[in-house]
Nanobody
Framework: QVKLVESGGGLVQAGGSLRLSCAAS????????MGWFRQAPGKEREFVVA????????GYADSVKGRFTISRDSAKNTVYLQMNSLKPEDTAVYYC?????????????????WGQGTQVTVSS
C-alpha cells in the first residue's frame, strides 16, 4: 500500500521558516516526479513546487519563487519543502503528491498519489 505522509507544519510568524517533509512508503519514488500543492480555506488547490524524478529540474509557482525550495532524498524516499520568509498568504494545508512519470506537472490531476496534508499557519 502506497502512502505519502507529510509532517513539519505548524504555526509560525510572518518572516519565519518551516520545513515540510513527505515520507513515501509502499514503493520507491526516486525516479518519479514529486510535488507540493496547497489549499487555503475557500480557495482551490494550487500548485506550489515540483521536482523531476532525477531531482535535476524543478518548477515553482511565482508566488513562492525565491522563498521556497524543494529537495529530495532518494535514499530516504522523502521530499522536503523548505519555506522561508513566510507570509500570511502562505497559510494553507500543504499536500505532497507523487506522479508516476519522470517529468513533473503543475496540474494536480496528473498526480497519482497524495498525502493527507499538513497545516501551515502564518500569523501577521
Amino acid at each position: 500500500q502506497v502512502k505519502l505522509v507529510e509532517s513539519g507544519g505548524g504555526l509560525v510568524q510572518a518572516g519565519g521558516s518551516l520545513r515540510l517533509s513527505c515520507a513515501a512508503s509502499g514503493r520507491t519514488f526516486s525516479n518519479y516526479a514529486m510535488g507540493w500543492f496547497r489549499q487555503a480555506p475557500g480557495k482551490e488547490r494550487e500548485f506550489v513546487v515540483a521536482v523531476t524524478g532525477s531531482g535535476g529540474s524543478t518548477g515553482y509557482a511565482d508566488s513562492v519563487k525565491g522563498r521556497f525550495t524543494i529537495s529530495r532524498d532518494s535514499a530516504k524516499n522523502t521530499v522536503y519543502l523548505q519555506m522561508n520568509s513566510l507570509k500570511p498568504e502562505d497559510t494553507a494545508v500543504y499536500y505532497c503528491a507523487a506522479r508516476l512519470k519522470w517529468a513533473y506537472s503543475a496540474n494536480g490531476y496528473e498526480y497519482d498519489y497524495w498525502g493527507q496534508g499538513t497545516q501551515v499557519t502564518v500569523s501577521s
